[in-house]
Structure formats: structure tokens, C-alpha cells
């Protein structure tokens, strides 16, 4: 039998890290990442046969839980005839018009392969719609890997951003502005000195890469009012947000809505996917419609879009956003009470089916909160479920994801490896 070991050895000479995406190699939390053999419902399957309650659902897609039969077969009867065209298809259409319908403040939509690439286009439609260059974004949110991300504040309060990656030019991080997460203040004083620079403002509306920081109240709101009194887009990159906090997404949940939004992980049911959307007059820019070119050899391949029509039409089931948010409710008390009863300062939040958990007593609101939670701790408690057959994900600055397929049982079995590794971690 291959080993974990074994594999990640020969994928060490072979890959960066030995992994194809780097938060897979558990460097965060120490240790050897396992490799799966395959998953089902709730759990994952290592390739030594080790079974492990899944809460990252490949980082957010498997909201219906793995290898869902009506996905699969959706994906099986696609890749009946032929992986991918070139022409347009059917299924394109399909997609959009289900984007269309679900999410409020989308009127069209361009499918692309990855929340990267949705991200990326978004903000050079943002830049090519307002002849502006610059971009807000805040410190703590992750929007892929694109060059204009790739930035954290430099020193000062209101200082233009520092590449976080060798490779990203200066004069491109020069472009974007970071802010603190859930503060209004910063905010405004931001726009007031480059508000007429500002093409765009992009933020995840549930952040979900600082560990997982629902706004405050009025938040998003008052970035809507900010971004409309500067002539600058509100971006919402609801990569991981998107039909999982809610069927139409955070700008449904909270009520707000954006000028466009950024998609993946769930409109692709598990395949590479990704998507930006927004108003007509807006999304008409895009080439060949309008002037703003972006392509994609791959994009709306038909078989992605037969397993992500497959499971967007799962999650419209009455209910299910309900059912996911009480489990997900479910599972942060009782870590809560778990925590509390053996003395371990520990806090959660949640929106939906997604939650954060940290070692701290605060309510956290902030990336500064986050970063200042006991990593340390986590990074025990992570093994020690690991041990006990729970995955979370990888590191203390992942959100975590229930799906469909996760029931009481797995909650409680849950709750029950919790005991053991709080008590063993805190020691
Ligand atoms: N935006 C958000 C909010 C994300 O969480 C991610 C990935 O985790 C991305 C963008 C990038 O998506 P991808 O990894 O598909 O390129």
C-alpha cells in the first residue's frame, strides 16, 4: 500500500512544496498533509484508508456534500459528448441564466476558469469602466494570487501597499490601497484623499482567509455609500460566499448590493470554475461586447458547467441554506461549551454554513484580532482532531464548511474529538 509518507516524499522532488496549492502542505500547522484516495458524502478516504470528517470541502465547493450522485451523473452524461467545444454551448446559457436569476445584482455574466481569474477581470473592468487606476482592497482578504492582491499595507495609515510576494512589481502594488477590515472610518478617510483615483473597492463581504469575519452591522452598507459618492465599484468577491451563506449570496444575506461580483468553488460543483458578473451596462463592456478584453480557451467548458448546474440546482432546495446554518450553529455551541467547560479562551463565528473558530476570549471583528488569537494552540488542536479523524483546514486563517451531507451524527462525533484534542492541546 502507497503511503502518505511515501507519496508526499516523491511529490516533494516533483512539486513546490510538494503540493499544487501552497496552504495544502500544512505548513502553518506542521506535520505531513495526507493524500486522498477518494471522498463521499461528509468524509474523505486517505490513501492508507483513514476516514476523516471533512470541513474544508475541497476549500468550499462541496456544499452538497462529496461525489453527490446527481452531480456526478450530470458530469458522466456531459462527458458523453465531448470535453470541450470551443463553440459556444447549451449549458452556458443555462448557467447564466441561473446566476442571473439567483443572485440579485448580477444582470450578465462571463464564466472563467478560477475565482483568480473572476477577480482579476473584475478589476480590470472596474479600472476600463472608470478610467481610474487604483484599488482598494483589505488587509486580511485574499482574491487569488492576481498581482494587484498580492499587497499589505506599508507603513503609515493611509500609504499605498507592498508587494507580499517577490515577482509582484512595485508599481503594481503602487495601484492597490489596503484597509482594515470592518472599519468604516478607515474607510471614509481613505476615500477622502483618493476617492476621484478609486476605481474600485473589492472586499470579501463574509471574509473568509483571515479565519472566517462576518461585517459589522452597516459595514457593507456604508462601503456602498462611500464607493456610490466617489463614482468608485463596490466589488464583492464572493468566491466562497457565493450561493453558500446564502442562495443569492452575502449582498442577499446582508442586503446590499454591489456593482459586480466574483464566483467560483460552488457554481463549479468541484471543476475549475469561476465567474464576474454585474450590471448590463457594465458587463456590456467586456470584449467582444465592449472594449475590455479578457478570454479563456477553457471558459464555460460544458463538462464544469454540467456538474455546477447540477449542484446549484441542489442548494435550491427548500430548506437548505436553513439546514446548513443550524449544523453549522450546531457545531460552534458545542465547541463553545466544550472550550468553556475546560477552561480554553476560545471564540467562533459563523454566517451560514461557513465558521471560524479561534483561541481567543474576544469576539473577533478584525484582522489585527485574528493574527493576535493563540496559533499555536490551533495548530495542536488541528493535529489532534487530525488523529481523532476530523480535517479542518490547514491553518488558524481558514474559514471552515459544512455541506448537505454532513448530519448530527457527524457533529457529535465531532464535538466528541474536540474533547479529546482540546484537552490534549491546551495541556
Ligand atoms: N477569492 C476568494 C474570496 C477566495 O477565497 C479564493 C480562493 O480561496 C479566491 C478568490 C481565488 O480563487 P481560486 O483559488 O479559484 O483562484
Known amino acids: 500500500m502507497t503511503s502518505n509518507h511515501e507519496l508526499f516524499q516523491r511529490a516533494l522532488r516533483l512539486m513546490p512544496g510538494g503540493v499544487n496549492s501552497p496552504v495544502r502542505a500544512f505548513k502553518s500547522v506542521g506535520g505531513e498533509p495526507f493524500f486522498t484516495a477518494r471522498a463521499d458524502g461528509a468524509y474523505l478516504w486517505d ?9 474544508v470541502g475541497s476549500w468550499g465547493p462541496m456544499i452538497v456534500g462529496h461525489n453527490h450522485p446527481r452531480v456526478r451523473e450530470a458530469v458522466e452524461r456531459a462527458v458523453r459528448d465531448g470535453l470541450s467545444f470551443g463553440t459556444p454551448s447549451p449549458a452556458e446559457v443555462t448557467m447564466a441564466e441561473t446566476i442571473v436569476r439567483l443572485v440579485p445584482s448580477v444582470e450578465m455574466v462571463r464564466m472563467v476558469n478560477s475565482g483568480t481569474e473572476a477577480t482579476m477581470s473584475a478589476i480590470r473592468l472596474a479600472r476600463g469602466a472608470t478610467g481610474r487606476s487604483k484599488i482598494v482592497k483589505f488587509e486580511g482578504c485574499y482574491h487569488g494570487h492576481g498581482d494587484s492582491f498580492l499587497v499589505k499595507a506599508g507603513s503609515g495609515a493611509l500609504t499605498f501597499g507592498v508587494p507580499t510576494s517577490p515577482g509582484v512589481p512595485k508599481a503594481a502594488a503602487d495601484l492597490t490601497l489596503t484597509l482594515p477590515y470592518n472599519d468604516l ?22 471574509a473568509g482567509n483571515m479565519n472566517c469575519i462576518p461585517p459589522k452591522d452597516g459595514y457593507l452598507a456604508g462601503l456602498r455609500e462611500l464607493c456610490t459618492r466617489h463614482g468608485a465599484l463596490l466589488i464583492f468577491d464572493e468566491v466562497m460566499t457565493g450561493f453558500r451563506v446564502a442562495l443569492g449570496g452575502a449582498q442577499a444575506h446582508y442586503g446590499v448590493t454591489p456593482d459586480l461580483t466574483t464566483f467560483g ?115 495542536r488542536f488541528f493535529h489532534g482532531m487530525l488523529k481523532r ?34 484537552r490534549e492541546a491546551k495541556a
Do not use: W
Open 47 to 55: 490513501v492508507e484508508g483513514t476516514r476523516y470528517i471533512d470541513y
Open 185 to 206: 472610518a478607515a474607510a471614509e478617510a481613505l476615500f477622502a484623499e483618493h476617492g476621484g483615483d478609486i476605481a474600485g473597492l473589492i472586499i470579501e463581504p463574509v
Open 265 to 379: 468553488k460552488v457554481i463549479g460543483g468541484g471543476m475549475p470554475v469561476g465567474a464576474y458578473g454585474g450590471r448590463r451596462a457594465l458587463m456590456e463592456q467586456v470584449a467582444p461586447a465592449g472594449p475590455v478584453y479578457q478570454a479563456g480557451t477553457l471558459s464555460g467548458n460544458p463538462v464544469a458547467m454540467a456538474a455546477g448546474l447540477a449542484m446549484l440546482e441542489l442548494i435550491q432546495a427548500p430548506g437548505f441554506h436553513d439546514a446548513l446554518a443550524a449544523k453549522t450553529r450546531l457545531l460552534c455551541d458545542g465547541l463553545q461549551a466544550i472550550a468553556d467547560a475546560e477552561g480554553v479562551p476560545f471564540s467562533t463565528n459563523r454566517v451560514g454554513g461557513m465558521f471560524g473558530l479561534f483561541f481567543t476570549r474576544e469576539k473577533v471583528e478584525s484582522y489585527a484580532q485574528a493574527t493576535a488569537a493563540d496559533t499555536a494552540l490551533f495548530n
Open 389 to 422: 479523524g476530523v480535517y479542518l483546514a490547514p491553518s488558524a486563517f481558514e474559514a471552515g464548511f459544512l455541506s448537505g451531507a454532513h448530519g448530527e451524527q457527524d457533529v457529535a462525533d465531532t464535538l466528541e474529538a474536540a474533547r479529546g484534542a482540546l
